[in-house]
């Protein structure tokens, strides 16, 4: 979501007569988008700011620092950070240009952390000319009302809050239009989509929707809760011919003590039992998670259970993080904190699993043709193209730029811990 709040922003500024450069140096405006869902990238804020000190000193440079620490921390970053221009709350991008307006005429300081009520945040800035990208995130709900009692982003992004399907569907056009092929629909709990709105539409009625725009030929999207995770949306795995067979759903813990101070609302044996179906109902699905170590109470047998939890499902990646008190969650309050040194031992004990069942899983696919949506030039070799997979896999073969945009059947030769390598193996399908 950040990610795509940096390109929005970005398509804001070029209207407004900024241009992207990718040299700080030659910055009349450095922006610093940020997370605060834990410490270490917290830090790394303060660790960019001193790093452009001296060019606010050298060149005036208007330095400004958007989203999640943004709006949890608002004025204070000004007091904190003298050469500090502006503070932009998650909400208030579409003010941007109004606000640095305001800067290049007055050189007043500003710091816009309110929260919009009318939901114009969710509007989307749309690009006016032809993407170089062939795939894009498309929001179509922010916020949260879960309250996961570790989790800081209800109080950074606000409540739930979905956009009109309306809206949605013409941005997907529009994008199709600019030479998108794959969307990926953004949401802090996108099974919750709808809620609010009149129309009365569900996740997977939008997605029934999308499905049939032309010239998009995948959809995908993240992040989904266990606890909503609605039958009618598994089903969709099985009827969408463009959803891709893949599904992130976050588990952050296999023990049922654990699962309740969290407040996540599904246990262990519930989580399973979503798996199984997803399994049933679209045997190739790819599943990742979420999980974390170290969360206070997680005792040694808790720990056990997330191993277990990890073995019976198999995923085929994980993003696993060490708990990170936030300040103003109900569990930076709890007692029963886990020594530093024990979260890491158990994240080393669970990412070495994790290593060796995600390479199994890569291996597996040995000998297999994949559909491959070519994406641009592979980092390691120039005579080498990059794409995904429909389970979201990258495979690197040798292949040429006008692959780009295109969907291929690539033989998979080699998988290895991260990705894949294989060969084309004919003539490929045109995109749209
Ligand atoms: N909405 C998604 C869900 O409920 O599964 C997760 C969104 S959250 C921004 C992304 C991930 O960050 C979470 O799944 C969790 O694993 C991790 N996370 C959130 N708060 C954390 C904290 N306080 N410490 C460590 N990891 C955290
Ligand atoms: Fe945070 Fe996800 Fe829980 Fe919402 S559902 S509070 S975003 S972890």
């Given at each position: 979501?950040?990610?795509?709040?940096?390109?929005?922003?970005?398509?804001?500024?070029?209207?407004?007569?900024?241009?992207?450069?990718?040299?700080?140096?030659?910055?009349?405006?450095?922006?610093?988008?940020?997370?605060?869902?834990?410490?270490?990238?917290?830090?790394?804020?303060?660790?960019?700011?001193?790093?452009?000190?001296?060019?606010?000193?050298?060149?005036?440079?208007?330095?400004?620092?958007?989203?999640?620490?943004?709006?949890?921390?608002?004025?204070?970053?000004?007091?904190?950070?003298?050469?500090?221009?502006?503070?932009?709350?998650?909400?208030?991008?579409?003010?941007?240009?109004?606000?640095?307006?305001?800067?290049?005429?007055?050189?007043?300081?500003?710091?816009?952390?309110?929260?919009?009520?009318?939901?114009?945040?969710?509007?989307?800035?749309?690009?006016?000319?032809?993407?170089?990208?062939?795939?894009?995130?498309?929001?179509?709900?922010?916020?949260?009302?879960?309250?996961?009692?570790?989790?800081?982003?209800?109080?950074?992004?606000?409540?739930?809050?979905?956009?009109?399907?309306?809206?949605?569907?013409?941005?997907?056009?529009?994008?199709?239009?600019?030479?998108?092929?794959?969307?990926?629909?953004?949401?802090?709990?996108?099974?919750?989509?709808?809620?609010?709105?009149?129309?009365?539409?569900?996740?997977?009625?939008?997605?029934?929707?999308?499905?049939?725009?032309?010239?998009?030929?995948?959809?995908?999207?993240?992040?989904?809760?266990?606890?909503?995770?609605?039958?009618?949306?598994?089903?969709?795995?099985?009827?969408?011919?463009?959803?891709?067979?893949?599904?992130?759903?976050?588990?952050?813990?296999?023990?049922?003590?654990?699962?309740?101070?969290?407040?996540?609302?599904?246990?262990?044996?519930?989580?399973?039992?979503?798996?199984?179906?997803?399994?049933?109902?679209?045997?190739?699905?790819?599943?990742?998670?979420?999980?974390?170590?170290?969360?206070?109470?997680?005792?040694e047998r808790d720990f056990e259970e997330t191993l277990d939890l990890i073995q019976k499902v198999q995923f085929d990646?994980?993003?696993?993080f060490k708990y990170s008190p936030r300040k103003g969650t109900r569990a930076a309050q709890f007692e029963d904190k886990?020594?530093?040194?024990?979260?890491?031992?158990?994240?080393?004990?669970?990412?070495?699993?994790?290593?060796?069942?995600?390479?199994?899983?890569?291996?597996?696919?040995?000998?297999?043709?994949?559909?491959?949506?070519?994406?641009?030039?592979?980092?390691?070799?120039?005579?080498?193209?990059?794409?995904?997979?429909?389970?979201?896999?990258?495979?690197?073969?040798?292949?040429?730029?006008?692959?780009?945009?295109?969907?291929?059947?690539?033989?998979?030769?080699?998988?290895?811990?991260?990705?894949?390598?294989?060969?084309?193996?004919?003539?490929?399908?045109?995109?749209?």
């Amino acid at each position: 979501m950040n990610e795509h709040d940096s390109e929005q922003m970005l398509r804001l500024l070029e209207s407004f007569h900024y241009l992207e450069t990718r040299n700080a140096k030659e910055a009349d405006l450095i922006l610093i988008n940020t997370c605060s869902v834990r410490e270490k990238p917290e830090h790394k804020v303060y660790s960019a700011l001193g790093r452009y000190k001296w060019l606010k000193e050298k060149r005036k440079t208007i330095i400004g620092v958007a989203g999640c620490v943004a709006q949890q921390e608002g004025g204070r970053l000004l007091d904190r950070i003298p050469y500090l221009d502006m503070v932009i709350g998650t909400h208030a991008i579409p003010l941007l240009p109004k606000l640095l307006q305001k800067i290049e005429l007055s050189g007043e300081r500003v710091c816009e952390t309110n929260y919009d009520q009318d939901g114009e945040y969710l509007k989307a800035v749309l690009p006016e000319k032809r993407l170089d990208k062939v795939k894009s995130y498309v929001t179509i709900m922010q916020g949260c009302d879960h309250f996961c009692s570790f989790c800081i982003v209800p109080y950074v992004r606000g409540r739930e809050k979905s956009r009109p399907s309306k809206k949605i569907i013409e941005e997907v056009v529009h994008l199709a239009e600019m030479g998108v092929k794959e969307v990926c629909l953004l949401g802090q709990n996108v099974n919750g989509y709808g809620k609010g709105l009149e129309e009365g539409v569900s996740f997977s009625g939008l997605l029934h929707s999308i499905n049939k725009i032309e010239k998009i030929e995948r959809i995908r999207f993240t992040t989904s809760h266990p606890k909503d995770l609605s039958e009618d949306l598994i089903q969709s795995f099985s009827k969408l011919e463009k959803l891709c067979e893949h599904m992130h759903l976050p588990f952050q813990s296999g023990s049922d003590k654990i699962l309740k101070a969290m407040h996540r609302g599904y246990t262990k044996e519930s989580y399973l039992e979503k798996i199984d179906r997803l399994k049933k109902v679209c045997p190739s699905i790819a599943v990742t998670a979420d999980v974390m170590v170290g969360f206070p109470g997680e005792e040694e047998r808790d720990f056990e259970e997330t191993l277990d939890l990890i073995q019976k499902v198999q995923f085929d990646d994980l993003f696993s993080f060490k708990y990170s008190p936030r300040k103003g969650t109900r569990a930076a309050q709890f007692e029963d904190k886990v020594e530093e040194k024990v979260k890491q031992e158990r994240l080393s004990i669970l990412q070495e699993i994790q290593k060796e069942i995600t390479l199994r899983k890569n291996q597996e696919l040995e000998g297999r043709v994949e559909e491959v949506l070519v994406e641009g030039q592979s980092k390691q070799s120039t005579q080498d193209v990059t794409g995904r997979t429909r389970s979201n896999k990258i495979v690197n073969f040798e292949g040429d730029l006008s692959l780009v945009g295109k969907l291929v059947p690539v033989k998979i030769e080699k998988g290895y811990a991260h990705s894949l390598r294989g060969e084309i193996i004919f003539n490929c399908r045109e995109g749209n």
